[in-house]
């Protein structure tokens, strides 16, 4: 064996078993909450401080139109739509003050991801009767059918072959093209029903009509 067929053999086997490592590791703890314990202002009013008599006591901070509301904004994530989620993101945060926008991966049909989770199986079950067919056919009391035969001449392409079927296959499965918009949980936009995404100016104006006690609606057709 020489070093080119040793690097056609290598390479698909050691991306295949990160595929392997990354699917079936577990999650990343969350990240510790911060402290959100307030200190005292150097400069905040104390009763009992004589020198803070004439002291201007400054008026407390009004919230923003979008306080109060939430925005999830779930997305097909190995769609690579996290992008076009991230500016519709930063738009909202800029267009209603204190609103709350949350990003989520919106996963496909459980059909899917279970065969999604079976596709490294079928991997490594294919690789390993190319291998050793010669072996595993008898035990089942079968003949190496011609096909295997042919396989196995050119055994090197036809693992990379397996290997870059099975990741296509592992993509499509995992994907399920969604964008969905919910607004305080109620859906208001639906790119699996629509087969569209939605622009700044229509998403901007389908939350602000769902604002509580907004004028939101009213100021657009007064402009």
């Known amino acids: 064996m020489d070093r080119v067929q040793l690097v056609l053999l290598g390479l698909p086997i050691l991306l295949f078993c990160s595929d392997v490592v990354t699917l079936f590791a577990p999650l990343p703890p969350p990240a510790p909450q911060p402290d959100h314990q307030q200190l005292p202002a150097p ?19 009004v919230d923003g139109r979008g306080s109060g509301t939430t925005v999830e904004l779930k997305f097909c994530a190995s769609c690579s739509y996290r992008g076009t989620a991230m500016t519709m993101k930063r738009m909202l945060e800029t ?5 709350h926008v949350v990003l989520e ?4 049909p459980f059909p899917k991801r279970t065969l999604s989770k079976a596709v490294p199986l079928l991997q490594v079950g294919a690789m390993a009767t190319l291998m050793a067919g010669d072996q595993i056919f008898p035990r089942f009391g079968m003949v190496p059918p011609p096909w295997y035969y042919s396989l196995r001449a050119n055994r090197f392409g ?3 072959t397996i290997w ?10 995992q994907s399920s093209g969604a964008f969905e918009v919910y607004c305080n949980g109620q859906l208001v936009f639906s790119k699996l029903s629509g087969q569209r995404f939605p622009s700044e100016l229509e998403l901007r104006d389908l939350i602000g009509q ?14």
Do not use: C, H, W
């Open 210 to 223: 769902r604002l509580p006690d907004s004028q939101f609606g009213e100021n657009l057709e007064n402009v």
């Open 95 to 99: 267009s209603f003050p204190g609103i």
């Open 164 to 173: 870059l079927f099975g990741n296509f296959a592992q993509s499509f499965l």
């Open 105 to 108: 991966n919106y996963p496909p």
């Open 43 to 61: 400069d905040a009013f104390q009763p009992d401080d004589p020198s803070a008599s004439d002291a201007t006591i400054q008026e407390p901070q």
């Open 158 to 160: 036809t693992m990379a």
